[in-house]
């Protein structure tokens, strides 16, 4: 995929979280139930850094399970930053700091707390990343945010799966684009609540997961498939960066 792509891409789903912040927001709670089986990665007293952070909402869902986490959340919209900050001020035992900052530009760690994390999540974040090249680079960014050994969970959205998600799919040339422009498993989805805007997706799988992990140091310890009215709408994935580098 050429740089122009890229970036076009990009900027669909920044207008669209621009545009439909508040709205997002409201629908997506803390609790969803795939969440309670990656509790065990989470241990009491982590440093945890939760990219692609929205809302908080996983900050809410620890400070729910009463882990005492030192936080930090990072997010390039800064009106969801602005609902994180809000909806997560009287914490007890989440310790939480939110950090302006955009994935997919370089260096965007550069933003962080000179520190390394025990843990790394990225929910319902990868979908949106355009070009395997690109996802594969926030990847090696991860691995080399995380301690030796630590982990890094993810989620992506299994769209395809549903027909009622499929129904979401619109043409490219919405948006003046061309299927040629894109990669393969790339798709543009409608959204109707509180107005229409479209949202760029790619679609994720098991294999793909895969390629990614060992390309960029990590061991895959486990995947499994949860939420949604059909328990299948978001496949998770628990990650883990090699202890000693290969």
């Known amino acids: 995929m050429d740089r122009a792509s890229k970036e076009k891409l990009l900027n669909i789903n920044r207008q669209f979280y621009a545009d439909f912040a508040s709205h997002f927001s409201a629908t997506r709670g803390p609790f969803q139930p795939g969440l309670e089986r990656i509790l065990p990665h989470v241990p009491d007293f982590c440093r945890l850094l939760d990219v692609g952070c929205g809302n908080g909402r996983l900050a809410l869902w620890l400070e729910s399970k009463e882990k005492h986490v030192e936080y930090v959340g990072v997010d390039s919209s800064r009106k969801l930053l602005e609902v994180a900050r809000s909806s997560t001020a009287d914490m007890r035992f989440v310790k939480p700091r939110f950090v302006k900052a955009d994935v997919t530009s370089d260096g965007w760690s550069a933003a962080l707390p000179a520190q390394r994390f025990d ?64 990669e393969e498993g790339d798709y543009l989805l409608d959204w109707r609540s509180g107005g229409v805007g479209y949202r760029y997706c790619h679609f994720v799988d098991e294999r793909e997961i895969a390629k990614l992990a060992e390309s960029a140091g990590f061991r895959l310890l486990e995947t499994f498939y949860a939420d949604g009215k059909e328990g299948n709408l978001n496949l998770y994935a628990v990650l883990q960066r090699w202890a000693n580098p290969r």
């Open 119 to 182: 843990v790394v999540t990225m929910i319902s974040v990868l979908h949106h990343i355009p070009s395997f090249e690109l996802r594969l680079g926030i990847f090696r960014d991860v691995a080399g945010l995380l301690e030796p050994g630590g982990k890094f969970i993810l989620t992506t959205w299994q769209f395809l799966t549903s027909p009622r998600m499929r129904k979401k799919i619109v043409p490219w040339s919405l948006v003046g684009m061309a299927d040629s422009d894109v």
